[in-house]
């Protein structure tokens, strides 16, 4: 195997991977023998035919299918192993060349965790909590306006977070929330029983146009979410397996085994609201 290594300018990598043909052919001998041990051949029971005629009723482009699903997961996780990446998505795999008695070729595209240049955020996020503490004389505040004060101070911080804070952020990245934005638009329309057509008519808007406006909101959305998982790394703010337990036992008994099967995806937004916490006692 030889990986051709590509860094992109957005963070993105494409590794470019070639198999010889040996290795390939090993692999394909395997499965052809599997295939022929489980085809039907008339007047025969199953596995009972003479190879050579077994070997006629072999379906050799299921076998290559067969083939190409053990090759590619398996030589693309040695390649990622051998040059420890990390990557934070599933790859984007491009078949190259599959052809009999030459090497193979692949391309798989992905992106690890981009750079986060968060600078003095403590200075920047001491200053609005400041300002979102200053007393005004012969006021107490409600138990709503202190939900209020606390929603408006986490706002203007994520919005200061967001302005202040260098993120690159790979394409691929960008291209699948607009993706998942417009999946989710389409479902919400096909309820409604609307086209796409219909909806941008309505709002006087283009295809290009939401396109570039789902874009932009997916920026925001995506620095964030990395701006604040850096600042939880650097403030050590963990998520202890009792919290999770504490959080699953609070919820509704119906909504209880369906947490249960999620505690990674909640471990992470009890550590982001632990780091939201933070920030606003800076």
Excluded at 248 to 256: Q, V
Aim: aromatic share 8%.
């Amino acid at each position: 195997m030889t990986i051709a290594i590509n860094r992109l300018a957005d963070g993105t990598i494409e590794l470019t991977i070639t198999i010889l043909w040996p290795e390939i052919k090993k692999a394909y001998d395997n499965f052809f023998k599997e295939a022929q041990d489980k085809v039907e051949v008339p007047g025969f029971r199953k596995g009972k035919a003479p190879k050579e005629m077994a070997k006629e009723n072999v379906d050799k482009s299921k076998v290559y299918e067969e083939v190409i699903k053990d090759i590619i997961p398996r030589y693309y996780t040695r390649a990622v192993t051998e040059n420890n990446f990390k990557p934070i998505v599933t790859p984007k795999i491009e078949l190259l060349a599959a052809k009999e008695d030459r090497d193979w070729q692949f391309k798989a595209i992905f992106c690890e965790k981009p750079e986060t240049e968060l600078g003095d955020y403590r200075k920047l996020i001491s200053a609005v909590n400041k300002k979102a503490q200053i007393w005004v004389p012969g006021k107490n505040k409600e138990p709503k306006e202190e939900t209020e004060q606390k929603a408006k101070t986490i706002g203007e911080i994520l919005e200061i977070l967001t302005n202040e804070t260098k993120v690159k952020i790979p394409d691929m990245l960008l291209e699948d929330e607009v993706n998942r934005k417009l999946s989710h638009l389409l479902d919400e329309l096909g309820k409604l029983g609307l086209t796409v057509e219909q909806y941008l008519a309505s709002k006087g808007k283009t295809t290009d146009g939401l396109r570039q406006e789902y874009r932009k909101e997916a920026v925001k959305t995506i620095s964030l979410e990395f701006i604040l998982e850096e600042i939880a790394e650097k403030e050590n703010i963990v998520v202890a397996p009792e919290e999770i337990e504490n959080f699953i036992d609070k919820a509704k008994p119906e909504e209880k085994p369906i947490l249960s099967q999620r505690r990674y995806f909640l471990a992470s937004l009890l550590r982001r609201q632990k780091t939201l916490d933070k920030l606003l006692n800076l």
